[in-house]
């Protein structure tokens, strides 16, 4: 009996769009946001989840909302799966938290785990509470096909943690785009392997018309 869990991070906003610091800031989705959640609702719900987990906060519970109409079942969430807390810096551009700490950026470039604000999280914090809150999701629903809407730090921090990765590792896993999702399964061997990273709908369906362009791309 396998375990499936398909990681979805929400659709665009408009602070994604102008580059805004988002963090737990209760943002909804843009036009095309809501574009790209039906998107994704048409592709993931052909993967037959079972069980749907979300992030409370606006942008994840519309994300979430088509791919819980087309598989009729209900949705539950959890804070735990909230994006990194940024403090002070919520709504701030990239250039202002530049002024306001002059060391984050080149920290971040320089490949430290760097704090978002006095007041908010590390990414590894914020990676060690999604992975806590999954390891009960996946308690709760054993052999169950699992899917979860939440945040880009969220998931891709989350996912290094419940892997066991360290942070060096965790930085070999790309951005999370919009809409896009990572599928992780448990096999007979008790070993969880990341089967998908980085997909979306548009991908999904080039990769079902010509399966050898995965191996075009590596």
Known sequence: ???????????LTDWNAAGRFQGQADVPLNEIGHLQAASMARAVSGMRPEVLYASPLTRTRQTMAPLAEAVGLAVAYDDRLKEIHVGLWEGY??????????????????????????????????????????RDIVAAHPGKRIAVVSHGVALKQGIAKFLGWDWERSQQLGHFDNCSWATLELHHDSHWRLTGYGINAARMMSLMQDPSAEQRDE
């Not at 009996?1 to 659709?11: C, Q």
Request: proline share 4%; net charge negative.
């Open 1 to 11: 009996m396998s375990t499936t869990l398909i990681l979805i991070r929400h659709g």
């Open 93 to 134: 551009s990239g250039e202002e938290v530049d002024q306001l700490d002059p060391e984050f950026f080149p920290g971040l470039r320089a490949g430290k785990d760097m704090r978002r604000s006095a007041e908010g999280e590390t990414a590894e914090e914020t990676g060690a509470r999604f992975a806590d809150a999954v």
